[in-house]
């Protein structure tokens, strides 16, 4: 079992915004500025696109964009695109451990 | 240009060992925070060894015991040496930079352990 909360799957239409979430605890998101987002491809290495609550990496779309709320953090992804389709975690910084990850939720493109 | 390249993965008995190596190249393995993640089939990520800059070291509780993680400066490289493997250690291992507040900007492409009889 995955120390943050994420829903299994999220899908949508080409366009459309869709947002997963990402809910932990006092110990981790709720208490740090320290978020991040990966996207996996399959066979492919995890990517950066999200990193302290709402910060882009160069090179990284602005269609992706990232908040917090209390202990949950959200990723939102807006004009939803078939090269989107993929695997999402996020991770947060831990009171307890070097890391905390979500569980994954994968991005259907309909 | 960054490059970190994985290898040392395989096929082994359960109860055998393996190390794997991470041979980065771009930036300076012992200046920097370095994890080891995997991935088991149908799981989601998880961390499993870090080393940060100081020598600090930390492992998820599941291999507390069994995996070591160590680096070397002459060859740039990090290691993670995994003994008592079981079936539940298969999984692809990936290596990756961390940063300040635990994002990882640069990953390796992976080797995959199979822990099997």
């Known amino acids: 079992q995955s120390a943050l909360t994420q829903p299994a799957s999220v899908s949508g239409s080409p366009g459309q915004s869709i947002t997963i979430s990402c809910t932990g605890t006092?110990?981790?998101?709720?208490?740090?500025?320290?978020v991040s987002w990966y996207q996996r491809h399959p066979g492919k290495a995890p990517q950066l696109i999200i990193y302290?609550?709402?910060n882009r990496p160069s090179g990284v779309s602005n269609r992706f964009s990232g908040s917090k709320s209390g202990n949950t953090a959200s990723l939102t992804i807006s004009g939803l695109q078939a090269e989107d389709e993929a695997d999402y975690y996020c991770?947060?910084?831990?009171?307890?451990?070097?890391?905390?990850f979500g569980g994954g939720t994968k991005v259907t493109v309909l | 240009e960054v490059q970190l390249v994985e290898s040392g993965g395989g096929l082994i008995q359960p109860g055998g060992s393996l190390r794997l190596s991470c041979a980065v190249s771009?930036?300076?393995?012992?200046?920097?925070?370095m994890t080891w993640f995997r991935q088991a089939p149908g799981k989601g990520l998880e961390w499993v060894s870090v080393?940060?800059?100081?020598?600090?070291?930390y492992y998820a509780d599941s291999v507390m015991g069994r995996f070591t993680i160590s680096r070397d400066k002459s060859k740039n490289t990090l290691y993670l040496q995994m003994n008592s493997l079981r079936a539940e250690d298969t999984a692809m291992y990936y290596c990756?930079?961390?940063?300040?507040?635990?994002?990882?900007?640069?990953w390796g492409q992976g080797t995959l352990v199979t822990v099997s009889s």
């Open positions: 990756a930079r961390g940063r300040i507040g635990g994002r990882h900007d640069f």
């Open positions: 771009g930036f300076i393995v012992s200046d920097n925070y």
């Open positions: 080393i940060y800059a100081g020598g600090n070291i």
């Open positions: 006092n110990s981790d998101i709720a208490n740090y500025n320290y």
């Open positions: 302290d609550v709402n």
């Open positions: 991770s947060s910084y831990s009171s307890f451990s070097p890391l905390v």
